[in-house]
């Protein structure tokens, strides 16, 4: 499946991009514009929906660290119901302790900023 | 053996997967060691065609092909890109580091040699081969 990214700012400067499809070298650049799309709109969370996320290579785990460098380290991470593998590589790698990994989407904690 | 021939470019990638992942289903792999099994050949590709042929100003072709034994799934990956082998590199000592501080690269060998029960790199009359194998679950009293 071909891999998408959007962007979706609320206003209180949340960035929730919706990932899907499969997240390769070649694409990963399009996930990086998106970021930075946000990190110019001033997001003070970003927020990844990764449902429909079917893949990830190690691309993908390159543009989360550009986005916490761009964003700053006390900026929260969140990767939000990720497929069991994706899930297993971003625990393999140790980004666990960089990024929340929650099961389902929590307006309540995701939204407060 | 089932071999491919694809242009040494990201876009091939695509079709490596696609390539691993039939053969890996013929071989009656699980998802999980199917999924690992995919990310390894994708992330050595993606190191063929960035660092042996696009940085260092090459073009060529990337063969990947498939061999089937009763105990294990054997694939190859074979280019003739700048010499390049990628062990020695798969072990990122930063895996402990916030991601904010970690330097970029290591990651991609790091999943390949971790996803498959044997990594090899050769280099043999100006061609790279990257050979991956994982065991086959009937051949196993226990798949991981």
């Known amino acids: 499946m071909a891999f998408d990214a959007v962007l979706k700012m609320t206003p209180a400067g949340v960035a929730i991009i919706t990932l899907s499809g499969e997240l390769d070298a070649s694409v990963a650049d399009n996930f990086r514009s998106e970021i930075q799309k946000a990190t110019n709109q001033g997001a003070r969370r970003l927020v990844l929906m990764v449902k429909d996320l079917s893949y990830m290579a190690s691309a993908g785990l390159r543009v989360l660290i550009f986005a916490k460098q761009k964003m700053g380290s006390n900026v929260d991470l969140y990767v939000v119901e990720p497929q069991e593998a994706i899930r297993e590589v971003i625990t393999m790698t140790g980004f666990t302790q960089s990024v929340i990994i929650l099961d389902e989407y929590n307006a309540a904690e995701i939204e407060s900023v | ?144």
């Open chain 2, 1 to 144: 053996m089932d071999a491919l021939t694809l242009p040494g470019t990201l876009d091939s990638l695509t079709a490596i997967r696609e390539f691993v992942g039939e053969m890996g289903e013929n071989a009656g792999l699980d998802r999980k060691a199917l999924y690992r099994l995919k990310l390894a050949v994708d992330e050595i590709a993606t190191n063929i065609v960035t660092h042996g042929y696009e940085a260092a100003g090459l073009q060529g072709e990337i063969v990947i092909s498939s061999r089937l034994a009763p105990e294990a799934l054997t694939i190859q990956l074979e280019d003739t890109s700048q010499e390049y082998n990628p062990l020695g590199l798969e072990k990122p000592d930063t895996l402990d580091k916030p991601i904010g501080e970690r330097p970029i690269g290591g990651l991609g060998v790091f999943l390949a040699v971790r996803g498959v029960d044997e990594f090899r790199y050769e280099h043999v009359n100006g061609r790279n081969l990257h050979t991956f194998t994982v065991k086959i679950p009937s051949s196993q009293s226990q798949s991981s």
